[in-house]
């Protein structure tokens, strides 16, 4: 593996363990609200988090195509698989895989951003204040600014300047919008609801391109 793979891999197992760690305090009602992640709730997307530390290639491939290329389809019978009948067993089953280094087709950048995104996805409505490693939220912006690969990104971020509050990140040239480098991630991931943290005459654009992204 190269160097730039280790350090990613090194970066998703922190946040996974970060995201544990949290998870252990939660209350049952917590469990049950919803998320940031269309209609699941915190414990679904903690499944589907176990879910994607647990498929490689070959699973992933017979997944995709027993469901018959409905990714929604896919998706919905991994999280069901890695649910446990409690809260207390989903989260025994992440906190298995917190070290894994197991993952289907695509950068490793792509499997950072899906720790990233579905813990902010959890922590935003719950109320948990976390920032991530900066080096790693930082070489995951400039992953999702320069590529579609999971989330229209590179679409949402066309055509405007977006400056990280808290960290070197910087990219693009147009209107600014600028805020910490988890509140630009998120934008990018369209989720509206890390808007209102960010300003600049850029967005009112991004807020459109978000809106018609969800």
């Given at each position: 593996m190269t160097e730039t793979t280790i350090d990613v891999l090194a970066a998703t197992t922190t946040e996974r363990a970060a995201l544990a760690r949290d998870l252990a305090g939660l209350g049952q009602e917590d469990w049950a609200r919803p998320s940031l992640c269309g209609r699941w709730s915190v414990e679904e997307v903690v499944a589907h988090l176990t879910a994607a530390a647990s498929l490689g290639r070959a699973r992933?491939?017979?997944?995709?195509?027993?469901?018959?290329?409905?990714?929604?389809?896919?998706?919905?019978?991994?999280?069901?698989?890695?649910?446990?009948?409690?809260?207390?067993?989903?989260?025994?089953?992440?906190?298995?895989?917190?070290?894994?280094?197991?993952?289907?087709?695509?950068?490793?950048?792509?499997?950072?951003?899906?720790?990233?995104?579905?813990?902010?996805?959890?922590?935003?409505?719950?109320?948990?204040?976390?920032?991530?490693?900066?080096?790693?939220?930082?070489?995951?912006?400039?992953?999702?600014a320069r590529t579609n690969f999971t989330v229209p990104s590179k679409k949402v971020a066309a055509g405007l300047r977006l400056e990280a509050s808290d960290g070197p990140f910087a990219v693009g040239a147009g209107p600014v919008v600028r805020g910490t480098t988890l509140a630009l991630i998120m934008a990018m991931a369209a989720r509206s609801a890390y808007l209102d943290d960010l300003q600049g005459p850029g967005v009112d654009v991004l807020a459109q391109r978000v809106a018609a992204a969800s």
């Amino acid at each position: 593996m190269t160097e730039t793979t280790i350090d990613v891999l090194a970066a998703t197992t922190t946040e996974r363990a970060a995201l544990a760690r949290d998870l252990a305090g939660l209350g049952q009602e917590d469990w049950a609200r919803p998320s940031l992640c269309g209609r699941w709730s915190v414990e679904e997307v903690v499944a589907h988090l176990t879910a994607a530390a647990s498929l490689g290639r070959a699973r992933w491939m017979r997944s995709v195509l027993g469901a018959r290329f409905d990714f929604d389809e896919h998706n919905a019978r991994r999280l069901a698989e890695h649910r446990g009948a409690t809260p207390a067993e989903t989260l025994a089953r992440f906190q298995a895989v917190v070290p894994s280094t197991t993952s289907t087709f695509g950068p490793k950048e792509a499997w950072l951003g899906e720790v990233v995104i579905h813990s902010a996805d959890i922590r935003r409505p719950l109320g948990i204040e976390y920032t991530p490693d900066g080096a790693a939220t930082t070489r995951l912006a400039e992953f999702l600014a320069r590529t579609n690969f999971t989330v229209p990104s590179k679409k949402v971020a066309a055509g405007l300047r977006l400056e990280a509050s808290d960290g070197p990140f910087a990219v693009g040239a147009g209107p600014v919008v600028r805020g910490t480098t988890l509140a630009l991630i998120m934008a990018m991931a369209a989720r509206s609801a890390y808007l209102d943290d960010l300003q600049g005459p850029g967005v009112d654009v991004l807020a459109q391109r978000v809106a018609a992204a969800s």
